[in-house]
């Protein structure tokens, strides 16, 4: 530590941390003694009552509904002055560093790199991933499918996880949880609509890669696996959308199962098996409700990632099929 | 390896920045698309239909539109083939079709001509058209 050893900018540093804090503190007991006035008058006139009035309750849950009033200022206080306090501090701490040192100022960013780097040493990977060559060739439009397929399987995990934080796979609650999702979260219908044009698009995007791959011949050797884990990835994609259709547990949703899961019933042999695995029991109910939302937002991510991780290793490995 | 290496260094970009870019570009644009369709859904929502009910079955009970192809055809499996069930059998058809395509690359493995190539356009617009008229026909009917 050769701030230790500089007893001057240690001061300089010290000082600049003091004086932030001494501010912090002093505006929070401002805020503080401020509340605590208005309790104490809230309580002079209120003397029985359990509840805070209306007016006084902190209301943790209304920045869904819309009442977020003084919820996100704190956050913009403290960024504002927070940011010039750490702009004070470094600035301090950078001419101390320039004066004492004698040295050009070396920025935090590559401190940073250069920190990380002389542990992990991952700079020749990065730069050999970067430097990775792209043939020509696969400039095309055509070539993009595969990617725009990935990255909205990424939007469909964001949605998703946003879409997760207020459904409830319960056949009780599940319709009323959609319903307030789109009537009273906030963005919560621009969340959902864009959770279902992207599933939508992703098995559209899907099949086109696959239709492009086929075409192009580009599964032929060496490439047989990078078909088969993209054909697989193609399943998990149906099976997203088939676990995905039940959850909004409406008319729709409900036939669609009952009728999906019929296919499958009539398998020979193993047909009942798949039946009564899908539907947990010989009827569409709110148990197949969970196991569909177990499958969805569970088993296929998981199984998706990790075939999607495979399938990239796989491209990176074989490089892009040359076309005829 | 090494002797390709020029020729490979001439017709190719480096993946950073130049491919990068490309891929940046794209993202951008797919996710400004979604976006643009989210706000459209704060206007147009998804909506809902009425609550699940086993006893009310609608008239037409479909499934989701990618399986409208599969489902409108197995509206015309006969009731009884080869002496099994009918849709028994399709099911079975449908999962040596699905066989088929997973395990395509060890059935076809030729190396790849002109003529080859021809064959699997045509075939990959014959399958697009009849999926596409299909899938409309499962969604009028």
Redesign the interface.
């Known amino acids: 530590m050769t701030l230790f050893k500089q007893p001057l900018k240690l001061t300089l540093v010290l000082a600049g941390v003091v004086l932030l804090l001494a501010v912090a503190v002093a505006a929070h007991g401002a805020s503080a003694s401020a509340a605590g006035l208005q309790n104490a008058s809230a309580a002079q006139n209120l003397v029985s009552v359990e509840l805070p009035p209306p007016n006084q309750d902190d209301c943790l849950h209304c920045h869904i509904g819309g009442e977020n009033k003084n919820l996100w200022t704190p956050l913009a206080r403290w960024t504002v002055f927070g940011t010039f306090g750490l702009a004070f501090v470094f600035g301090v701490y950078r001419s101390a560093s320039v004066w004492t040192q004698r040295k050009a100022w070396k920025p935090l960013t590559t401190r940073a790199v250069e920190w990380v780097d002389e542990r992990y040493e991952l700079s020749p990977v990065l730069s050999k991933l970067a430097a990775k060559p792209v043939p020509r060739f696969a400039m095309k439009w055509w070539y993009c499918l595969g990617g725009i397929t990935a990255f909205l399987f990424v939007v469909q995990g964001l949605t998703g996880i946003m879409l997760a934080f207020y459904y409830k796979p319960t056949a009780a609650e599940a319709y009323t949880s959609i319903q307030y999702i789109e009537n009273e979260v906030r963005f919560g219908a621009a969340i959902r609509m864009i959770h279902h044009w992207a599933a939508n698009g992703m098995i559209v995007m899907c099949l086109a890669h696959m239709l492009r791959v086929f075409i192009m011949g580009a599964y032929k050797k060496p490439r047989e696996l990078n078909w088969v884990s993209g054909v697989l990835l193609l399943f998990l994609t149906l099976l997203f959308g088939f676990t995905g259709y039940l959850l909004p547990w409406d008319q729709r949703a409900y036939w669609a199962t009952t009728v999906g899961t019929d296919i499958g019933g009539a398998l020979p042999a193993i047909g009942n098996l798949i039946l009564i695995f899908l539907r947990v029991g010989w009827d569409v109910s709110g148990a197949t409700l969970g196991r569909f939302y177990g499958l969805h937002i569970i088993v296929t991510p998981i199984l998706t990632l990790g075939f999607m991780l495979a399938h990239f290793l796989m491209i990176r490995k074989l490089g892009i099929a040359r076309p005829l | 390896m090494t002797t390709t290496l020029p020729e490979?260094?001439k017709?190719?970009?480096?993946?950073?920045?130049?491919?990068?870019r490309?891929?940046f570009y794209?993202?951008v644009g797919?996710?400004v698309l979604?976006?643009v369709?989210?706000?459209?859904?704060?206007f147009?929502?998804?909506?809902?239909?009425?609550?699940?009910?086993?006893l009310?079955?609608?008239l037409h009970?479909?499934?989701?539109?990618?399986?409208l192809a599969?489902?409108q055809m197995?509206k015309f499996v006969p009731s009884s083939i080869l002496g099994?069930?009918g849709?028994?059998f399709?099911?079975?058809m449908m999962?040596v079709a699905?066989l088929a395509?997973?395990?395509?690359?060890?059935l076809?493995?030729k190396?790849?001509?002109?003529n080859?190539?021809r064959i699997?356009?045509v075939l990959?617009i014959v399958a697009?058209i009849l999926a596409i008229a299909l899938t409309i026909w499962g969604e009028v009917s």
């Open positions: 490979e260094k017709d190719s970009v480096p993946f950073y920045p130049d491919h990068f490309t891929e794209v993202v797919i996710g979604a976006l369709i989210g706000g459209l859904g704060m147009f929502p998804v909506g809902l239909q009425p609550p699940a009910d086993p009310d079955t609608p009970v479909k499934p989701e539109w990618y399986f599969l489902y197995l099994m069930e849709p028994m399709a099911v079975v999962v699905v395509v997973v395990l395509w690359p060890f076809d493995r190396p790849d001509n002109k080859a190539m699997r356009i990959s697009v």
